[in-house]
């Protein structure tokens, strides 16, 4: 069988210093039987803050099977940040670890220098699925850290005037996510009520972006469409979100990345060496652990068939 093959990007901050709003169109992917919208990286948008990575999966409704069945596989350098809309998802990995992660909730998995993890639709569920997963870069200053993993089962609720806040990365104005993560960044659930505007306070020294994820909604006088990545810029002290029908965004957040990363498959890494050292070392079945929990064979790593070094800043 042939193995399908991955090129390695080399990601750079291109953090504009002004306000903007610019529309990235996702695209799709199958991961398995699942269908995924991706959001980051898109062409010309790379990163938003230290946030390398976003999928959108359903919403979807299914009478059979797990339509999330994510066999183990490695990552390095990055933490991967799962939310969900809908429905619920197992989280297994090489330290032993599991939790089922429900609406309301946050699962947020530290990779360091290595961890191994699955995910999958329990036995017992709901029969629905709607969520995102996310990545946030590690500084160098972090990335070679012990791997962790956190399940925090209720992330903080505002309800503001317009609608329902859930901060579960990091803080808006006040509220502040108990999930551990190493820089500034923000992440959450914005919910804006039929025929209400949600005005939220936001930092001029972070970089934003919004995704919808259900229903219509307006900023500055124009409609934001789902499947778009709508990069915000910096500079902005508030955004105000006006809904005729209701609406449910994603924001993501943080200061423009300091630093160039290289990524390839599931890894973040700074160099060519070592992406290749990790997947060999994934291939040889050493230093990423055993993801024990799990029945069925691991994922192989794709192919290394182009690696840039990546573009330095200046
Ligand atoms: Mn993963």
């Known amino acids: 069988m042939t193995k399908p093959a991955v090129a390695a990007e080399s990601l750079v901050a291109l953090g504009a210093?002004?306000?903007?709003l610019d529309a990235y169109a996702n695209y799709e992917i199958a991961l398995g039987t699942l269908r995924i919208s991706r959001a980051l990286p898109v062409k010309g948008r790379r990163l938003i803050g230290p946030w390398c990575f976003l999928d959108r999966f359903g919403p979807l409704s299914f009478t059979e099977g797990m339509p999330m069945d994510v066999a183990p596989h490695p990552h390095m350098g990055l933490q991967t940040v799962t939310w969900l809309l809908d429905g619920e998802v197992v989280h297994d990995d090489s330290l032993g670890q599991e939790a089922i992660l429900r609406p309301g909730?946050?699962?947020v998995m530290t990779s360091g220098h290595a961890i191994a993890h699955a995910e999958r639709t329990p036995a017992d569920n709901s029969g629905r699925l709607n969520g995102v997963q996310l990545w946030t870069a590690l500084l160098d200053r972090d990335r070679h850290r012990a791997a962790s993993f956190q399940h925090v089962t209720a992330v903080p609720v505002l309800e503001p005037r317009g609608g329902i806040v859930r901060v579960f990365s990091g803080g808006l104005a006040e509220t502040v996510s108990p999930a551990e993560h190493f820089s500034d960044l923000v992440g959450a659930d914005l919910q804006i009520h039929r025929d209400e505007t949600l005005e939220i306070p936001l930092r001029r020294d972070f970089e934003y972006g919004i995704l919808v994820l259900t229903g219509d909604c307006h900023l500055d006088g124009q409609p934001l469409r789902e499947r778009v990545l709508y990069y915000l810029g910096m500079q902005r002290t508030e955004a105000a979100f006006a809904s005729h029908g209701g609406a449910?965004?994603?924001?993501?957040g943080g200061p423009p990345f300091p630093e160039a990363i290289l990524m390839w498959w599931n890894f973040v890494?700074?160099?060519?060496?070592?992406?290749s050292e990790a997947r060999d070392d994934w291939e040889r079945g050493l230093r990423f652990g055993d993801v024990t929990a799990y029945k069925g064979s691991?994922?192989?790593?794709?192919?290394?068939?182009?690696?840039a070094r990546p573009n330095p800043v200046s």
Do not use: F, K, M, Q
Request: aromatic fraction near 0%; glycine fraction near 4%.
């Open 105 to 107: 909730g946050v699962n």
């Open 248 to 252: 449910r965004l994603l924001l993501v």
């Open 298 to 307: 691991r994922l192989a790593a794709p192919e290394l068939v182009r690696l």
């Open 17 to 20: 210093t002004e306000r903007r």
């Open 269 to 275: 890494a700074r160099t060519p060496d070592e992406i």
